[in-house]
């Protein structure tokens, strides 16, 4: 079956990078893209970008263009997303997910990685 | 604000009906793109509920359907239970350049 596992909590200082992996299992990964969304404490999902596992192409939410670099390693099968210059804003949960084959949804999820940003 | 709008919160009995509403614009839903739905537990990552409008993966019970008309989506769960209470989020995807994916702000769904 489909897992997406995800590495474990970070605690980063203002103005430092946190990269978070997601390696993937149960298909082949380069059919499917990945999307990472995040969750800020006791509030809604907000989408950062997603990456094409095939070729490698980005999108990236507006807010977060310069700011946030998406990679994949298909020999690993797996996702990794890097978040530069953080704040205490971006304290948050970050998910990967996979993108369903042929619209915009996405099937399964990785179990969260909780990022604190705190001096 | 979310560009997706969803109401805040909703409550039904177990057994009745309820609908969580999911409201976007022309450049989104209105557009023609599809609409999904996820129900996220405490604690857990979402779960995919409904995809492209209205399809539910397997696994899902029936009880749950989705909906699309013009620039907004529904979501309905019939026969509702206990184990239903949990939050409810809305996506699709937009034109606009701002994001491309875009999530309603979630529904707390409360079974009284």
């Known amino acids: 079956q489909v897992h997406l596992v995800q590495s474990g909590a970070e605690v980063k200082k203002p103005g430092a990078s946190v990269k978070v992996s997601c390696k993937a299992s149960?298909?082949?990964?380069?059919?499917?893209?990945i999307n990472w969304v995040r969750q800020a404490p006791g509030q809604g999902l907000e989408w950062l970008g997603s990456?094409?596992?095939?070729?490698?192409?980005?999108n990236y939410a507006q807010k977060f263009q310069g700011r946030v670099t998406m990679t994949t390693d298909t020999s690993t099968s797996t996702a990794y997303m890097e978040l530069r210059s953080l704040t205490s804003d971006d304290t948050a949960v970050y998910y990967c997910?996979?993108?369903?084959?042929?619209?915009?949804?996405?099937?399964?999820w990785g179990q969260g990685t909780l990022v604190t940003v705190s001096s | 604000q979310s560009v997706l709008t969803q109401p805040p919160s909703v409550s039904g009995a177990p057994g009745q009906r309820v609908t969580i509403s999911c409201t976007g614009s022309?450049?989104?839903?209105?557009?023609?793109?599809?609409v999904h739905w996820y129900q996220q537990l405490p604690g857990i990552a979402p779960k995919l509920l409904i995809f492209?409008?209205?399809n539910r993966p397997s696994g899902v019970p029936d009880r749950f359907s989705g909906s699309k008309s013009g620039t907004s989506g529904s979501l309905a769960i019939t026969g509702l239970q206990a184990e239903d209470e949990a939050d409810y989020y809305c996506?699709?995807?937009?034109?606009?350049?701002?994001?491309?994916?875009?999530f309603g702000g979630g529904t707390k769904l409360t079974v009284l």
């Open positions: 022309s450049s989104n839903i209105g557009a023609g793109y599809d």
């Open positions: 149960g298909y082949t990964f380069i059919t499917y893209g």
């Open positions: 492209g409008n209205s």
């Open positions: 996506q699709s995807y937009d034109s606009s350049l701002s994001a491309y994916v875009v």
């Open positions: 997910a996979r993108q369903i084959l042929g619209t915009t949804g996405f099937d399964y």
């Open positions: 990456i094409s596992a095939y070729n490698g192409y980005t």
